[in-house]
DNA sequence: AACGATTTGTTCGTATGTATC
DNA sequence: TGATACATACGAACAAATCGT
C-alpha cells in the first residue's frame, strides 16, 4: 500500500535536501551509512539515490561518495528583438552582456572548418558546395556557458571575406565586418529554438551527464541579407540550468532587478488537480 | 576495459530503435527473452532497460511488456515580433496558428480564479492586492500540449473589464477586448523564457514522467500598458518533445516547408571530442 | 468472477571490480 | 598499500499489474 522503501528514502532524502539540511558540497551519507539509518539492503538504498541521480539532485563519485548538486546561477541573457540588435552573437556583445551581470566572460578562439554544405542546410547552398564553420566556446566565471557554431557560404571567403577563414576573434562581430568589407546587410533573421537533449559532444563540454537528464536549448539562426538571401546560420546551445532569456517586445520600463522567479506563480492553480475539462 | 554489459546491451537497443528496426508500439523483447539473447541475468538486462527508460526511449509498462516511445510530432509556433503581433495568447490566435499546421486545436473553457498577488509578483501590486488568473488548457489533436495562465489585477474587473471574470474563452483576445472596452493598450511586453522540469500538476496534464525526462519550456510574459506599468502577467508551459518555435525579426523571406531540423548541423564539429583551449 | 500465465516491480543476498584517498 | 566508497553482475524470491481463458 504504502510507497516501495526505496521510494520512502528517496523522498526522506530529498526532504532534507530541498529543506536545506543537505545542502552543496559533500554531504549524503554513505550507502552502508543508509543502510543502517533505513534498515534496508545496500540494493535499495542503492535504488533510491538513484533515484535522486535520474532527478539531478545528487551525483555520485566513485571512491568518494555522494554529493548533492549545487544549482548554478543563471545567466539572464537580454535580447532586444524590437531594436533591430543583432542581439547575442558577437563576442562583444556576450562579454558585455555578461559583464553586465558582474561576471567574468571568456570566449575560446575560433576553430575554423570547412564542412560540407549539408551540415547548414538553411543556407540552402548546392550539395557540392562547401560552408565555413566558425566554432567558439564560451565560458562564465570559468563555467563552461554555450557553444556556438557559425556556417558561411565559402564563397563570402572568396569574395573578400578573408578574416572569416582567420581563426582569432571578431570583436566587432561578424556582421559589421562583412557590411564594412563586402556591403552586405543583415536585414533580418529567422530563430528557430527548441530544446532537447545534449550530445555526447556537449554533455562533455557543460560538464553535464549524458544520459539527457540536463536539457539543452538551441537556436539556429538565419540571417538573410537585402535580397532576402541567407547570409549565415549560427547554432547556439545553452544548457537549460545555467541560462534563461529576456525578450523585450516594444516599449517596456527599464529592466528593475529580476530575482530568479524559480517557482513563484506556475501554472498549477490554487490546490486542484488535474481536471480534463476540454472545451 | 570495455564497457559495462548493461551498456552494450542499452547501446545495441539503442541502434536498434534509431535504425527503426524497432519503431512505435510494443517491441522490445521481454526481460527473459533479453536474457537469452544477451546472455546476462535478468539484472543485467534491466539495468540496460532503466538506460533506455532515462534516456526516454523507451517505456515500461508493469504486466505488459517494454515499448519504444513514439516521438511526437513537434508543433511549430511561429512569432513574427516584426509586425507587433502579439504572438501567441489569444485563443483565436492560437487557433489559426495550429490550424495552419494542419491540426486540430482545442482549447479549454478557462478557469478563473483570484489569488494573492503573490501569485504574479511581476505585476509589482500590493501585498494585500489580489488578482484574477485566468487558466487554459490546450489540445491538439487531442493531445495536451500547452498550459496557459494569464493574471489581472483585480482593479481592472472592477473597472469594468467584467469579462475577464467570466469563464468562457474571448476568441478575439483579451488583448483587443481590455483596449476596447477600457482604452487600455498594450504597447509592448517583456518575456522571461526559461527551461525547467515540470511539476505534479504539469507531468499529469502532459502526461510525462515526473521525474523531469521531459523538459518544459517557461514563457513569462509581462505586458505593458501606455503608461509603461504591467498590465497582465501571462505564464505559459509548452513541453520540449512537443513543441517549437520560430521567430521571424526584421525582412525575412517567406516560410518555406521547415522540415525538423533534427540533429543536422549540431555544435559538434566534424569529428574532434572537445578541447579546452579557452582563449 | 476466478484463475493461471506472463511481465515488470521490489527487495534481499553475495561477490568482485574500480576509483579515490 | 590498505581502507573506503561506489559500480557491476549474478542469483533468488515474492509482489503487483495485465490479459486471456
Redesign the pocket.
Known sequence: ?P???????ADDLRRKIESGELAGGRQ????????EQY????????????LL?TRGMVE???????FVVAKLDPLIITLDWETGFSGGEGSAYYKSEVKADRRKAEVSVPRIEIQPSSAAPELGLETSAQVVSRHQQRFVDGTPWSLQTTFYSMSLVQRGGVRLFQAEDIPTGTVQYLEETLGIKQVGWRDKIMVRTPDATEAAFFQVPDDGRVAVMEIRRTAFDASRKPLRLTVTTYPADRNQFVVNVGEVPDEEVLGAPGSTASNASSESAAQGEKE
Open positions: 500500500m510507497d516501495p522503501m526505496y521510494r520512502q528514502i549524503l551519507p554513505t550507502e552502508l551509512e543508509l543502510r534498515d534496508a539492503s545496500r540494493n535499495t538504498v542503492r535504488d533510491a539515490i538513484k541521480v555520485t563519485r566513485p571512491g568518494q561518495g555522494t
